[in-house]
């Protein structure tokens, strides 16, 4: 059993990132707790390829069955969406038998906005 606990992440705000870049500013303690929650679930190589398909799919979605096909079972794929999906990187909903995924609105604007600047 992982010592991991949830915690709830107050929702990103749809239009501008949440926080200064690293380099502008220091983080606020609650922005710290949500952009290392989706670093962390970044941080395992099969949620990066889940959320880089679901990110790169041609609809700006994509059914679960069109992505499972990263070299784990079908219950690990779900465990990892499930996981990408509480940190609020991905929205999910259910059509019929099928579950669709996109990336959260204002994630990816959060993300980068977070690393502008930050030199290599």
């Not at 099969?46 to 059914?63: I, K, N, Q, T, Y």
């Not at 996981?83 to 609020?88: N, S």
């Not at 609105?105 to 502008?116: N, R």
Request: glycine letters at 8%.
């Amino acid at each position: 059993m992982s010592n991991l606990k949830t915690v709830e992440l107050p929702p990103l705000d749809a239009v501008a990132p949440c926080c200064p870049p690293l380099t502008s500013a220091a983080l606020s303690e609650e922005d710290s707790i949500r952009m290392a929650a989706m670093f962390k679930a970044l941080g395992d190589p099969v949620r990066l390829r889940l959320f880089s398909r679901v990110a790169s799919h041609p609809d700006g979605e994509a059914c679960v069955c069109d992505i499972s096909d990263v070299g784990v079972s079908q219950p690990t794929v779900s465990h990892h969406l499930k996981k990408l999906r509480d940190v609020g990187l991905l929205d999910s909903e259910r059509r019929g038998t099928w579950v669709y995924y996109r990336v959260a609105p204002g994630v990816l604007a959060a993300m980068a906005g977070l690393l502008a600047g930050v030199d290599g």
